[in-house]
């Protein structure tokens, strides 16, 4: 089955400054991926170092200065829950896409929503400070540093899947 959500070589940037006092920022660089129906992931990240950026680029928000965003055939026009969170349905799977806040509350309260949402399709990309309590739900955990995404050590993910066959 393809993936739902499909990014390669994403990269953006910002520049601040008038005249000749002006300095660029990278914000994304390179950024690739792929995310399967049904599939959990987490990216973690420090204050700033672009996680909702990356989530405005896949969801068309904001366009990418580079790269490409791809999603399944038939795929609908990513549209807000509410402030903090997009869904985007294709092919009969869905995909929520949730910008936690920093705070604890947050990410427990979303932990809840998107563990007990049930059906198998449904897959999530959270974007929070700390993987937290939901790397122990999530299938991967990814960490963005330095503009680029980072694949964080098996210890720090596990797969939901090892789960539901025992």
């Known amino acids: 089955m393809p993936p739902l959500l499909e990014a390669q070589g994403l990269s953006k940037s910002y520049v601040a400054g008038l005249g000749r006092c002006w300095a660029r920022v990278n914000v994304l660089r390179a950024v690739s991926l792929v995310v399967h129906a049904g599939e959990r992931v987490v990216v973690t990240g420090t204050p700033g170092s672009g996680k909702t950026t990356l989530m405005h680029c896949l969801t068309g928000l904001r366009r990418p200065d580079g790269g490409s965003v791809r999603w399944q055939a038939g795929a609908d026009v990513p549209y807000r829950l509410c402030a903090d969170a997009i869904r985007v349905a294709g ?72 789960d539901r066959a025992s």
Do not use: C, K
């Not at 990410?107 to 939901?134: I, P, Y």
């Open 91 to 162: 092919g009969g799977n869905t995909l929520a896409i949730v910008d936690l806040p920093g705070t604890a509350w947050a990410a427990g309260h979303w932990m809840e929503v998107l563990h007990t949402d049930g059906a198998a399709r449904r897959g999530w990309l959270v974007f929070a400070r700390e993987a937290g309590s939901l790397a122990q739900v999530a299938d991967r955990v990814l960490a963005l540093r330095d503009g680029y995404l980072y694949a964080l050590p098996r210890e720090h993910s596990r797969r939901v899947a090892e």
